[in-house]
């Protein structure tokens, strides 16, 4: 079986702050790891994946997350936040024994304070 | 590409109704997703497609809803005898191929209100 945590279900910033969504995962096999955002009224667009290749993933609008094997965690972060973050933000995971669903967390939703 | 395509966006219907959704995933996309996401919970899986083969059903997919992917392209997702546990957001999403790490685009979804 596989599942997701996201610790935190709502996230508070200062413009300019660091970013950290945090994300834990429970799998019996090697993960796949998405981060997925969402914005009002619009669909899921992927951020970024981790797929057994690197560890620290790059994704778009200046995020990145680090698959941690021994914390079984998988954070995402972006140095500085802007406005257009605000979003909520899903952590996913799908694994080879599970076919091709995703299992996603609760998300948490970021806000920015100017 | 125009993205996945889901229509209605929103349906209000009352307890006991038939509704059927329509997906039109991206052009040439194999498989094809559906999920379900309730307020203030991630997406959860309903079902998925590869061409116009069903091949997975989540344990969530009741007797009442079925999914049809007729020639492998655009999909219906229809629930018969609405309850009001129903409501919810059911999300479409394609992919390009067959491997887990595909990435899966996203549609905006369909609100369904079961009054």
């Known amino acids: 079986a596989q599942s997701v945590t996201q610790l935190g279900s709502h996230v508070s910033v200062s413009e300019g702050a660091l970013v950290l969504l945090r994300c834990n995962y429970s799998s019996s096999v090697p993960p796949y790891l998405f981060w997925y955002v969402q914005y009002p009224n619009q669909g899921l667009q992927l951020l970024l994946k981790y797929t057994s290749a690197a560890t620290l993933v790059k994704g778009i609008n200046g995020f990145e997350a680090e698959f941690k094997k021994s914390e079984t965690s998988f954070h995402l972060t972006k140095p500085s936040a802007h406005m257009s973050d605000a979003a909520e933000y899903f952590c996913a995971v799908s694994q080879e024994t599970s076919g091709s669903r995703l299992t996603f967390g609760e998300g948490t939703q970021l806000t920015v304070n100017p | 590409d125009t993205g996945v395509s889901q229509n209605p966006r929103h349906k209000i219907t009352k307890r006991g109704q038939n509704v059927t959704f329509r997906c039109d995933p991206i052009?040439?996309?194999?498989?094809l997703y559906w999920y379900r996401q309730t307020l203030g919970q991630g997406p959860e899986f309903l079902t998925y497609?590869?061409?116009?083969?069903?091949?997975?059903k989540s344990r969530l997919l009741s007797d009442r809803f079925s999914a049809e992917r007729p020639k492998g392209s655009f999909s219906t997702l229809e629930i018969q005898r609405t309850e009001q546990g129903d409501s919810a957001m059911y999300l479409c999403a394609s992919s390009p191929g067959t491997a887990i790490t595909d990435t899966q685009y996203f549609g905006p979804g369909t609100r369904l209100t079961v009054l």
């Open positions: 052009s040439e996309h194999n498989r």
């Open positions: 497609f590869q061409n116009e083969a069903q091949l997975e």
